[in-house]
T-cell receptor, first 111, second 116 residues
């Protein structure tokens, strides 16, 4: 079975540019999480969805961040405009019941 | 408020010995799940083990076991017979599960180094 698939794996972009991170959850999973990991702040939950509906977006840093889940097999996290402080690893995870699996992460560098 | 605390920033263990990584949690919900993840230097998050709050027995998965002490609100990870490949960051996490809809929150992590 394919795991959680994230793209791109690595992205370097200039400050002010739009960044879109993509996630394909495991088929049959009904919850999807977006996390950000930095050395300073550790793993932060940005937003999570249940059955494609956003449940808690209190971790989204500011209006520059937005996330969508148009269907059960796809989600995006968008940063517009990007800033150097957004540089981090962004993880997507999907869940069904007691199982929660992570993608390999998208390593974002904003210069 | 829900919280996960890992008080050991770093741990060392000799190869082939057992090691315990500490995790305490705080929640007022009676239904919750506890997870441990391993993050090697390559960066991926690897699921290790799960314990439900109503599970009567401690969870085990191969060399991993979870020492679940509900009254103390602790969920320590025990790794037996440590291997060099166990060197990694380990995260404890909790999901409060009213109908399996809760968010997953993480502790700060513990870095484990296995010495040959």
């Amino acid at each position: 079975d394919a795991g959680v698939i994230q793209s791109p794996r690595h992205e370097v972009t200039e400050m002010g540019q739009e960044v879109t991170l993509r996630c394909k959850p495991i088929s049959g999973h009904n919850s999807l999480f977006w996390y950000r990991q930095t050395m300073m702040r550790g793993l932060e939950l940005l937003i999570y969805f249940n059955n494609n509906v956003p449940i808690d977006d209190s971790g989204m840093p500011e209006d520059r961040f937005s996330a969508k889940m148009p269907n059960a097999s796809f989600s995006t996290l968008k940063i517009q405009p990007s800033e150097p402080r957004d540089s981090a690893v962004y993880f997507c995870a999907s869940s069904f019941s007691n199982t929660i699996y992570f993608g390999e992460g998208s390593w974002l560098t904003v210069v | 408020a829900q919280k996960i605390t890992q008080t050991q920033p770093g741990m060392f263990v000799q190869e082939k010995e057992a090691v315990t990584l500490d995790c305490t949690y705080d929640t007022s919900d009676p239904s919750y799940g506890l997870f441990w993840y391993k993050q090697p230097s390559s960066g991926e998050m690897i699921f290790l083990i799960y314990q439900g709050s109503y599970d009567q027995q401690n969870a085990t998965e191969g060399r991993y076991s979870l020492n679940f002490q509900k009254a103390r609100k602790s969920a320590n990870l025990v790794i037996s017979a440590s291997q060099l490949g166990d060197s990694a960051m380990y995260f404890c996490a909790m999901r409060v599960e009213p109908g399996n809809t809760g968010k997953l929150i993480f502790g700060q992590g513990t870095t484990l180094q296995v010495k040959p």
